[in-house]
């Protein structure tokens, strides 16, 4: 058994493939437009958002006269008006490892706007548990005991049954190995670290940042996404930066005015 922290890692982000803006913009008669966002997920939202009502320069629309000229103030008023359907374009992506699978049950379901790839225990043998523990074990040692004892017997169930089955004879076919294992995983505990990839749009970011550092969402939920929020909020600033964060037992609580645009 090992002890771990559920970790977050930002591995990916739509880029913007210059040739090709700027071959629109000369087609919709705008080559000279620029944008001072801080990265291309902020400025990809900008570009789909001009598009809508040609309003890369006052006057291409008669019906435009004034344009926002800045990145931030683009953006801030995408979210002010709630045109949340221009922020689902670009895609972030993230690896949750060392998570457990009761947390993963719970981002999942997080249906529109996302991309999952779950570590499969159907292949993965269980017999080196990850362990994170919630706050209200961590401090009852006799509790803390009690969930290692448990994980020590589970996973020693898993070596004695993979012994049982003969796994690791030679010549044991892939197919019935995965047959046993995912036989096996019934005996494993909900809270054993795996991994989930996770990519999403920033509307579904935002959705779920603000629901799941709720101080009513579960702790383990709670720390990864207050994880999430840190990175989003230092790489992404004009796309996050309206929010505000109250600290909750320790935890970060990420509130905005623009709720679920
Ligand atoms: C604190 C907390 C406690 C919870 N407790 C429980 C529990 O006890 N039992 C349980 O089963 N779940 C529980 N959940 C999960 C919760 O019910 C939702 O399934 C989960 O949070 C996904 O959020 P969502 O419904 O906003 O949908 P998402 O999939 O995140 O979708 C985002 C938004 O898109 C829209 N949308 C998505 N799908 C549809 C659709 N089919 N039709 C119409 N609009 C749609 C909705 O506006 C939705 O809010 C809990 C969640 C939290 C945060």
Redesign the pocket.
């Known amino acids: 058994m090992r002890k771990v922290e559920p970790q977050v890692y930002l591995i990916g982000e739509t880029r913007i493939i210059e040739e090709g803006l700027r071959a629109y913009l000369n087609h919709v008669g705008a080559p000279e437009w620029k944008s001072d966002a801080p990265t291309d997920i902020e400025r990809i939202i900008e570009v789909y958002g001009r598009l809508c009502y040609r309003s890369w320069k006052p006057g291409m629309n008669p019906n435009v006269l004034k344009v926002r000229k800045e990145n931030a103030e683009y953006i801030g008023n995408i979210l002010d008006v709630k045109h949340g359907s221009v922020i689902e374009h670009p895609v972030i992506n993230f690896i949750f490892a060392d998570v457990s699978r009761v947390f993963t049950h719970?981002l999942v379901?997080?249906?529109?706007?996302v991309a999952i790839s779950q570590e499969s225990l159907r292949f993965v043998r269980l017999d080196d548990l990850g362990q994170w523990l919630p706050t209200a074990i961590r401090e009852d040692e006799e509790a803390v005991e009690i969930f290692a004892q448990t994980f020590r017997e589970l996973e020693s169930l898993q070596v004695e049954l993979a012994e049982h089955f003969k796994l690791d004879d030679p010549g044991v076919p892939m197919h019935r190995k995965k047959v046993i294992t995912s036989a096996m995983r019934r005996l494993a505990p909900d809270g054993l670290a795996t991994t989930i990839g996770w990519s999403a749009n920033p509307r579904?970011i935002r959705?779920?940042l603000e629901?799941?550092t709720?101080k009513?969402?579960?702790e383990e939920?709670r720390l990864v996404f207050g994880k999430v929020g840190e990175i989003v909020t230092k790489r992404y600033p004009n796309l996050f930066g309206d929010y505000t964060i109250e600290m909750v037992d320790g935890l970060p609580w990420y509130k905005t005015e623009h709720s679920?645009v």
């Not at 379901?109 to 706007?113: E, K």
């Open positions: 719970e379901r997080h249906r529109p706007g579904t959705w779920v629901a799941r709720d009513f969402a579960e939920i679920k």
